[in-house]
């Protein structure tokens, strides 16, 4: 593995795109840890694993065989900063594979933990798992147990779950797997018009996200917020050098009718520097209704990361057009994907029976 | 389903005898919310279901085989009212049968849950799980969430595993099951006397026992205690309407000898209004001690659900009578056959093998 | 089973060596309480059965048989002592073994526990489970449980993680295995020496590995401590009682050339009376610096059971001689042998395929 062969120096002289490699072992996915180490090719057989796995698990026997794929590998779930939802999604992607879980929430209650580095937390992890899926308020921290774990005789891989504000890789990937099943019968993902709009200041999901639309050719990026929680110019100045076409605005209604997908988030005031500072912004104009609907074009859909506040009336959920639920699930079935291609199972599953696709 | 097919308004305005058919599917159990939802057939029938189950979990090919039916599903374990005892008796259960576990105990350190409605909670768990078995403070929770859930894309099952002060369905089936066991070379429970004992006024296990023993012939129920902790007024009415016999005192000893069932219970001061309020009460008298053995018939039954404080003195515990150990095991057996009925195992269950019975 | 057959204050009148056959049943090892029950015999046989197990776990198809053997089982970790470390190596040895698991880390929190006994908690637990894997503050606490289920309807099996100051038997267990390991090709552990540095005044870690070290031939302990956390004379008089070679001194640098194994320990100020008495004692003496490797000899192992603070310096890691994170792995093995060995799984460990050893 690349990763074991640079110094921690070295490889943080890197740029993100020029670090993707390093996280490979023998060409394939190993450790994953932001978006920008994902490709079109890697996005595209991500979303046709992904799909092959959710038709294998309709039937009984299906799941059966996806069990025995890694019912020898046990994961552990180290999240330190706390989630139930995405918890939920990887335990879930875990077992449909077979592998056993364990699990690390809090380490403020150990006395075990008390005055022992991260580097050995995770490595006496490693001792016991075979794969360590982290979530964590410390930015970078994956990625530098991702490096201390390649560099020992156990190397691990490390899945990013969260760290920090930057990335959430694993939301961008089921983002983009939805888009792409929205989109299956349209062509695909590129050409399209995707709107992003509420708390772009803030919110991983929308910068990695963003990241891996580049990905796509003629892509339009949309971003619609009230003015303290616009987009930040890194996100910009990354887009101008992809030569991607995008447009910053905090009109959102007028943007409804030229979406082909609107992906709404909440208010992210568990950032806030000063506790309650986000409670002044006004984000009223910043909610889709029951009313938009009729703006939204018919082939167009309505993204959400959830969880959601106001941002979208439940009024909306019956609309065929909102696929944020079915948006949660398939982050499922991308996670399944993943940890199928790190311990190298896309082979079985393409030889599977005769599912389709 | 007929939950999915009836408004909230409309299906509130039911009895809880008639929203009984509308949580079946297929004429099968789906929603476990009440114990009013079951009758006679359905009281015989997952009795027999669960000791089925339990001779078949006597070997290891049995065990093997039971772990099989289910191994393609989840059960989510959502407790946001405590309970140990009862959550590892649904964890034991779900497991024999094979299921997947996840669990969310807390939700109050969860950034994720701040602003979600219980509505959105519930439909993220059904995406990942395949049956929800819930426990709250809130009254009437299990019941919003069946609706919610039986409305939307992916219709999951609810267990009731304990909702505000009134319901604790899968109790009483454990209760009506160690009864069932107790009394099955004395003709069943038709025709004995159950004497409950303790407090009355707030165990819901009492009132959920109360409800399903009127679906057997000619059961008399009395009930004793305390003055504070008395027997409510809608309990007798509902024996009323039913017309059943019954028999409310304060004086315990008197009824030991012609108990065929006593059912002790411990003060529920999780309950108290005002802090210390339980403290006061004197509960001396209504404690079954070694000496009482002797007025106990030889045949009668001693209960509790445990758990205890100073209601039965630890002495009682070696007594054959004393069945509250057994009882509490048969809370396993009892959730294992209302799962396979709700997932139609039942039928794979009568065919398994030649174990008898 | 003989605990079941002696009464509790006849069984407290023993030694922990005379109690040791007691805790076994049809000649085999049942309750794991301390490590005084270890005898050459035991401890010999277990290691092999932790290797063979070792081996057949590096294939798929090995992990699959492993599996087999006790998937109709279901172990309880009560870990009301916090342990991140022990607690997620019994949970790994289970699951290598396909034990499912349950656990209780916190009865605080839960209503159900209020004015419960323990004796009723192990009861209800022992309801829903094969194995009770148990930690506690509260010294003794695991061997009167013990006692408590075997005379109970259902005795099932309690595995000591820990208790009070005094015991942690598995810890030792695993330590041996280690030696066992490393001096494998020098004559196994007869007549090697064995040097504790640090904690020894509190570390149970030590107290239960000095009592195994007697089991073999030869072995010469030395004890290196500031005055303030020297070794205990009970300790020293057990030594003395067992005819075997001991050593005790302040000085820790002239040891590291005459030592076969040193083993590291940190403060643990968790058990300080007085908060914060710990950090007055000077350790500066007592920690392994990379300078320190040139005067190990070079085939000496460095242990720790972890986890470290400074006691050994991160850049010692990479010496081929420092083995504590094998160590702290070769104690999921151990555990796994143990349970193995609990539950009569030796015969057919030893009868897999062609595996060696």
Redesign the interface.
């Known amino acids: 593995m690349s990763l074991g062969r640079i110094g921690w120096d070295a490889f943080q002289a890197l740029s993100l795109e020029d670090k993707g490699p390093q996280l490979q072992e023998d060409g394939r996915l190993f450790h994953i840890l932001f978006a920008q180490q994902f490709d079109r090719a890697s996005l595209d057989a991500l979303g046709r694993l992904a799909t092959r796995i959710r038709f294998i698990a309709k039937s009984?026997a299906g799941?059966?065989f996806l069990?025995g794929l890694l019912?020898?590998r046990?994961a552990?779930l180290y999240f330190t900063q706390?989630?139930?939802?995405t918890f939920?999604?990887f335990?879930?992607a875990c077992?449909i594979l077979g592998m056993?879980l364990?699990e690390?929430r809090d380490?403020s209650?150990?006395?075990?933990?008390?005055?022992?580095?991260h580097?050995?937390?995770v490595?006496?992890?490693s001792?016991?798992?075979d794969l360590i899926i982290m979530r964590s308020h410390v930015g970078g921290l994956a990625e530098r147990m991702a490096w201390v774990l390649s560099h020992?005789?156990?190397p691990v891989p490390i899945v990013n779950a969260g760290s920090g504000r930057d990335q959430h890789p694993t939301q961008a990937l089921l983002d983009i797997y939805t888009l792409q099943r929205s989109f299956e019968d349209r062509g695909g993902i590129d050409g399209k018009t995707v709107v992003f709009v509420g708390d772009l200041a803030r919110g991983r999901t929308v910068r990695s996200l963003a990241v891996l639309l580049t990905r796509y050719e003629g892509v339009r990026q949309c971003f619609v917020a009230p003015p303290p929680l616009r987009i930040g110019d890194d996100v910009l100045a990354m887009l101008d050098a992809a030569g991607c076409e995008y447009e910053v605005t905090t009109e959102f209604k007028p943007m409804i009718p030229r979406a082909d997908a609107i992906y709404m988030t909440?208010v992210q005031d568990?950032w806030d520097q000063v506790k309650g500072e986000s409670a002044d912004i006004d984000t009223s104009a910043y909610a889709f209704t029951a009313e938009d609907l009729e703006r939204l074009p018919p082939r167009a859909v309505l993204m959400h990361p959830?969880?959601?506040?106001k941002e979208i009336a439940?009024e909306v959920d019956g609309d065929p057009r909102a696929v944020y639920?079915?948006q949660?699930?398939n982050g499922?079935w991308i996670r399944c994907a993943l940890i199928a291609a790190i311990f190298g199972c896309a082979g079985a599953l393409g030889e599977y029976g005769d599912a389709e696709p």
């Open positions: 009984k799941m059966t069990q019912d020898h046990r552990m706390p989630s139930t939802r939920l999604s335990c879930a077992e056993k364990g690390v380490t209650t150990s006395s075990e933990f008390k005055g022992e580095s580097e050995d937390s490595r006496t992890f001792s016991y798992f020992s005789e156990r909440r568990e959830l969880p959601r506040r439940p639920w079915r949660m699930r499922m």
